[in-house]
């Protein structure tokens, strides 16, 4: 971080530099782990100086349960099964996805995601990652879907690493509103027209899901999940927030 590059000493460079070793000892074993399976990190590396605060893990369906109990023998404990994600903790969460779902809706399809994975580093660590380019239609359709919220650093990571790979998946995967919609909100973040964060108003969200269904066969079928997530808290919480006046 800023710290560690300006060789800023204290507390909170100490904290800082716990953070890391934390993580990068998660990143090692976690590694270590799903290495042999076809699995990989996702929603993980940035073009700019970044340390995750949690691991974000795709695999393979038939490898989800393989790679959960190694990592539980391995002192890791269970805070959370979802049809289609296992959330673990140890030294810091890592989420086992088998598809990057919003209410138990795949809105990409991981086994697809898998087949664009490259090696690559992290702190002096070799890794398997997606590649730049399909991290970058990741983290806008992380933003859009999921988060509804356009960071700062989801506009650098799309911004840097968006590339011939981006466009050609997101037709595939039936996602090429989300692309639109993130080339003009970049667009208007450095024309100042607004700033980052953008909030994705409720209804945005509500048609690139309902376009999303309409297109993706594996995300209708993932939706007979949903009615499991109706009543998840962020959801009401971003409606309320996008209803309330200003």
Do not use: M
């Amino acid at each position: 971080g800023l710290l560690r590059r300006f060789r800023v000493r204290g507390l909170l460079r100490d904290r800082q530099e716990r953070a890391y070793a934390l993580v990068k000892r998660a990143v090692e074993e976690v590694y270590e782990v799903i290495e042999p399976f076809n699995a990989c990190f996702f929603k993980f590396l940035k073009p700019v100086e970044y340390v995750p605060v949690d691991l974000d893990v795709l695999v393979e369906e038939r490898d989800r349960l393989k790679v959960e109990k190694i990592l539980l023998k391995r002192g890791y404990r269970v805070l959370v099964r979802e049809p289609y994600c296992t959330t673990l903790k140890k030294h810091v969460l890592v989420d086992l996805y088998v598809h990057p779902v919003v209410l138990n809706i795949a809105y990409l399809d991981g086994h697809i995601l898998l087949r664009y994975t490259h090696e690559t580093s992290f702190n002096g660590l070799r890794v398997r990652a997606l590649k730049p380019g399909v991290e970058a239609l990741v983290t806008v359709a992380h933003a859009f879907y999921k988060e509804r919220l356009y960071t700062l650093s989801d506009h650098l990571t799309f911004s840097t690493w968006f590339n011939r790979e981006t466009v050609e998946l997101a037709i595939s995967q039936g996602c090429v509103d989300v692309l639109k919609l993130a080339l003009e909100t970049s667009r208007a973040i450095v024309s100042g027209v607004v700033e980052a964060p953008v909030r994705v108003p409720f209804l945005t969200f509500t048609s690139l899901l309902l376009t999303k269904l309409s297109k993706s066969e594996l995300s209708r079928r993932t939706a007979k999940k949903a009615p499991l997530k109706l009543f998840d808290r962020r959801l009401f919480n971003n409606l309320y927030l996008s209803l309330k006046p200003s």
